[in-house]
């Protein structure tokens, strides 16, 4: 049911486009931590016999929006229900600190094979050995979910934990020397092999004040000032970097080009990252240029 109820809501996204979740975002903020709470309610109700325990830490209140997040929580729960037998305990653990929340799902059921992890959040995809099982359910639940936690520029991954247990975790991080976002999270960490998704640098201080109004050198050089901070929240070093995105507004190859290559460096130095640089028409009233980047670290 609570698959259903999932995809009835998510439906209603373009799947084929990360963006288009988070158009349909309503986000306030909130305690994750009452979230897990809620879904964990709801989950006792329906499985009154099944053992769950729950690990909560006091976490940092987020923007976002409550009813997709708690229903991507109560998806895995029931996941994690349906894939392990019902006398195994089901684990929620969320852990955080004045920067970062994250919240796993841990089960002791049939496992994934790690040829499926790559696959875990694939439309329609379930492992070879959950096609045994009654389980019911087309393989979106998990796709879906991943599309709503995106949206809000968070990760969803899935792992191998001890032994047979499995783990899908959600990592958010607004470093304290960046300005903390509305609408989303500056830094994203995803375990496993750590892929690092950095979101839109803008040319703003500590305090969310735009920097360098008119100047475009001046805002080159803070947003990639901003990029080296969140990656380094991250545990992550430019060198890290595989790719960044460029955005500048009504962009001139001749006239821009020289000056990002000039902040660019003051960070990344001799290392060259892919990056794409895309003119667009606007962004926020006086702003000219961001920068998002992902890096790559060794688990």
Known sequence: MTECVLSGKLSRLDLAQADAAGATLRCEPTDLGELVEQAAIRFRKLHPSRVMTIERAPAPRLSVDRVLVRRVIESLLDNARKYSEPDSPIAVTLTASTTMARVAVTDHGIGIDEADLARMFTPFFRSDRSRTRTT???GLGQMLAKRVVEGHSWA?????????SEQVTLECINPPNL????????VVVATGTKLIFVAGQEPEDLHGKLVGRGDFAAQARQVFDN?????????ALPKHVAR??????????????PIIEAARVTLFG???PADVVVGI?????GYLIEVDAVAVLDA
């Open 136 to 138: 019911g359910g087309v």
């Open 244 to 257: 960044i995105t460029i955005y500048v507004v009504d962009y001139r190859r001749d006239d821009h080009l």
């Open 179 to 186: 300005p903390t976002p509305d609408t989303y999270t500056q």
């Open 156 to 164: 969803a991954t899935a792992s191998r934990g001890k032994g047979d």
């Open 227 to 235: 990029l080296g901070r969140a990656l380094a929240a991250a545990g």
């Open 270 to 272: 001799d290392h060259k």
């Open 281 to 285: 028409a606007t962004l926020s009233p």
